[in-house]
């Protein structure tokens, strides 16, 4: 099983930063795409952020322009970077990979055990 470890989240006030960390453990020579989602309390687990293996990146809207997402190959890890965060940015930020050959086998993908992220004054 490939394991997603996350790192990065706490308290922040609104117009604060955080950047988030997730890094995959083991033998893995190759991830596809690397995303972050997000849950609030009551709602639906939302895209966040994507970026795809051949370097093309999504963002939804609500965080378009405030939000970075980048990755490094070499070290199987997905970072983003919030800006400008707002009281609605609070929720329960998971890592996920798709695509992963890890240990000479084919994962299609893999979470994070999710990281708090509050905004609040």
């Known amino acids: 099983q490939v394991q997603l470890v996350e790192s990065g989240g706490g308290l922040v006030q609104p117009g604060g930063s955080l950047r988030l960390s997730c890094a995959a453990s083991g033998r893995i020579s190759r991830v596809n795409d690397m995303g972050w989602y997000r849950q609030a309390p009551g709602k639906q687990r939302e895209l966040v952020a994507i970026t795809l293996s051949g370097g093309r990146t999504n963002y939804a809207d609500p965080v378009k322009g405030r939000f970075t997402i980048s990755r490094d190959n070499a070290k199987n890890a997905v970072f983003l970077q919030m800006n400008s965060l707002k009281p609605e940015d609070t929720a329960v930020y998971y890592c996920?990979?798709?695509?992963?050959?890890?240990?000479?086998?084919?994962?299609?993908?893999?979470w994070g055990q999710g990281t708090q992220v509050t905004v609040s004054s």
């Open positions: 996920n990979m798709k695509g992963i050959y890890y240990n000479f086998r084919y994962y299609s993908e893999s």
